[in-house]
């Protein structure tokens, strides 16, 4: 089955740590890909980063990283210097053999001043 | 350029009523996808459309629920009769390729704001 876990409902930290929000996935499949959306209180689903399976390498952008993992099938989210900007709730997904992404439950990351 | 745009943002009706709710996807993009959001569920796939076709609806919950898209640039989920279960946050978004197969693309969903449904 496929599937997609964030096990932390709900972190609080301090502005300007970093955090880590962890994803675990299960699937059958060897091609597939990965995940990061962005819910800000707004509501709507901002894109992150989309990771194939093929491509382990980790990936930075500004104070946001990924870190790939096959061997212990997750895709970990790490925001550095975390901002109140920041807060949000942060959703993995996975898409395998088609068009179809499953979303984990999300996790809602308060980020206090 | 105008994002994907969800009609009405808020809906509250009776159960036993129908709801229509309406998405126009961004110009241009072939893949369209209704989600619904609960505290429960979370975020699940109910169907999504290619090129105004429509391909998986196994996430359709049951026969009271039905979605069309009858050109490019306009799609409805339709419920009816509505029951208080179905209250939650409905998301459309559109893609301009596969996201599976693009090369190219960063096979981006985009959202639109979400339709919230109360049903009393």
């Known amino acids: 089955a496929q599937k997609v876990t964030q096990a932390q409902t709900e972190i609080s930290v301090v502005e300007k740590e970093d955090v880590t929000l962890d994803c675990v996935y299960e699937?059958?499949?060897?091609?597939?890909?990965l995940f990061w959306y962005k819910q800000p209180p707004s509501g709507e689903l901002v894109f992150l980063i989309r990771?194939?399976?093929?491509?382990?390498q980790n990936e930075i952008s500004g104070r946001y990283s990924w870190n790939f993992q096959k061997s212990t099938s997750s895709f970990n989210f790490t925001i550095t210097a975390s901002q109140v900007v920041d807060s949000a709730v942060y959703f993995c997904a996975l898409s395998y053999r088609d068009d179809k992404i499953i979303f984990g439950k999300g996790t809602r990351l308060h980020i206090l001043p | 350029d105008a994002g994907v745009i969800q009609s009405p943002r808020h809906e509250v009706t009776e159960m036993g009523q129908e709801v229509t709710l309406r998405c126009k996807p961004i110009s241009g993009h072939d893949y369209l996808f209704w989600y619904r959001q609960t505290m429960m569920r979370g975020l699940e796939l109910l169907i999504y459309?290619?090129?105004?076709?429509?391909?998986?609806d196994s996430g359709m919950p049951e026969d009271r629920f039905s979605a069309k898209m009858p050109n490019a640039s306009f799609s409805t989920l339709k419920i009816q009769p509505s029951e208080p279960r179905d209250s939650a946050v409905y998301f459309c978004a559109s893609s301009l390729d596969s996201t599976w197969q693009s090369m190219v693309d960063t096979g981006e969903l985009f959202f639109g704001e979400g339709s919230r449904l109360t049903v009393l």
């Open positions: 990771r194939n399976s093929f491509d382990e």
């Open positions: 699937t059958r499949d060897t091609t597939y890909y």
């Open positions: 459309f290619n090129n105004n076709v429509p391909i998986d």
